[in-house]
Protein backbone atom coordinates (compact mmCIF):
# COMPACT_ATOMS: atom_id res chain seq x y z
CA UNK A 1 0.00 0.00 0.00
CA UNK A 2 1.11 3.48 -0.70
CA UNK A 3 0.60 7.12 1.38
CA UNK A 4 -2.13 9.05 -1.12
CA UNK A 5 -3.58 13.05 -0.49
CA UNK A 6 -6.78 13.53 -1.10
CA UNK A 7 -7.38 17.01 -1.76
CA UNK A 8 -10.75 18.18 -0.97
CA UNK A 9 -11.90 22.38 -2.36
CA UNK A 10 -13.54 23.49 0.61
CA UNK A 11 -15.98 26.90 1.01
CA UNK A 12 -17.67 28.74 3.38
CA UNK A 13 -21.38 27.99 3.77
CA UNK A 14 -22.43 31.85 3.78
CA UNK A 15 -19.54 33.46 1.91
CA UNK A 16 -18.48 31.62 -1.21
CA UNK A 17 -15.44 33.79 -2.14
CA UNK A 18 -13.72 32.42 0.97
CA UNK A 19 -12.04 28.76 -0.33
CA UNK A 20 -9.53 26.65 0.77
CA UNK A 21 -8.07 23.20 0.54
CA UNK A 22 -8.64 20.72 2.89
CA UNK A 23 -6.13 18.01 3.36
CA UNK A 24 -6.43 14.07 4.01
CA UNK A 25 -3.20 11.70 3.97
CA UNK A 26 -3.27 8.03 4.52
CA UNK A 27 -2.75 4.65 3.21
CA UNK A 28 -4.40 3.09 0.39
CA UNK A 29 -4.09 0.73 -2.93
CA UNK A 30 -5.10 3.03 -4.87
CA UNK A 31 -6.15 7.05 -5.75
CA UNK A 32 -10.08 5.30 -5.59
CA UNK A 33 -10.17 3.75 -2.39
CA UNK A 34 -7.97 7.00 -1.31
CA UNK A 35 -10.87 8.77 -2.02
CA UNK A 36 -13.23 6.54 -0.69
CA UNK A 37 -11.30 6.67 2.70
CA UNK A 38 -10.71 10.52 3.24
CA UNK A 39 -14.80 11.06 2.92
CA UNK A 40 -15.43 8.02 4.99
CA UNK A 41 -13.27 9.58 7.53
CA UNK A 42 -14.83 12.85 7.34
CA UNK A 43 -18.00 11.25 7.43
CA UNK A 44 -17.33 9.81 10.61
CA UNK A 45 -15.78 12.49 12.29
CA UNK A 46 -18.91 14.80 11.59
CA UNK A 47 -20.99 12.32 12.84
CA UNK A 48 -18.61 12.37 16.71
CA UNK A 49 -18.52 16.19 16.43
CA UNK A 50 -22.31 16.90 15.86
CA UNK A 51 -22.81 13.99 18.77
CA UNK A 52 -20.70 16.58 21.27
CA UNK A 53 -18.06 13.78 21.30
CA UNK A 54 -14.38 14.56 19.93
CA UNK A 55 -13.59 13.35 16.59
CA UNK A 56 -12.07 9.93 16.60
CA UNK A 57 -7.78 9.37 16.02
CA UNK A 58 -7.40 5.81 16.35
CA UNK A 59 -7.10 5.13 12.47
CA UNK A 60 -4.00 2.63 11.63
CA UNK A 61 -3.96 3.26 8.17
CA UNK A 62 -3.71 7.43 9.01
CA UNK A 63 -7.18 8.37 7.56
CA UNK A 64 -8.64 10.57 10.35
CA UNK A 65 -10.31 14.01 10.11
CA UNK A 66 -8.45 16.80 12.18
CA UNK A 67 -9.41 20.53 12.28
CA UNK A 68 -13.15 20.79 11.07
CA UNK A 69 -14.95 23.73 10.58
CA UNK A 70 -18.67 23.41 11.01
CA UNK A 71 -19.58 26.27 8.62
CA UNK A 72 -16.75 25.01 5.37
CA UNK A 73 -18.80 22.78 2.68
CA UNK A 74 -15.78 20.35 1.85
CA UNK A 75 -16.78 20.02 -1.90
CA UNK A 76 -16.08 16.12 -2.84
CA UNK A 77 -17.39 16.34 -6.37
CA UNK A 78 -14.37 18.09 -6.98
CA UNK A 79 -11.46 16.29 -4.64
CA UNK A 80 -8.62 14.69 -6.04
CA UNK A 81 -6.47 12.33 -5.11
CA UNK A 82 -2.65 11.79 -5.83
CA UNK A 83 0.30 10.02 -4.37
CA UNK A 84 1.63 11.65 -1.36
CA UNK A 85 5.17 12.75 -1.99
CA UNK A 86 7.35 13.56 1.18
CA UNK A 87 8.50 17.33 0.53
CA UNK A 88 10.23 17.36 4.15
CA UNK A 89 11.08 13.97 4.99
CA UNK A 90 8.05 13.74 6.97
CA UNK A 91 6.71 10.26 8.84
Not at 12 to 17: G, K, L
Not at 56 to 79: C, E, I, M
Request: glycine fraction near 8%.
Amino acid sequence: MRRYEVDVPIHHATDEDRRGLHVFTGCAAGPGEALAAAHSAYDRAVQYVSAGRPAPDDSSDGWAARGLRPDWVLDWHKATAKAWVNPNSLM
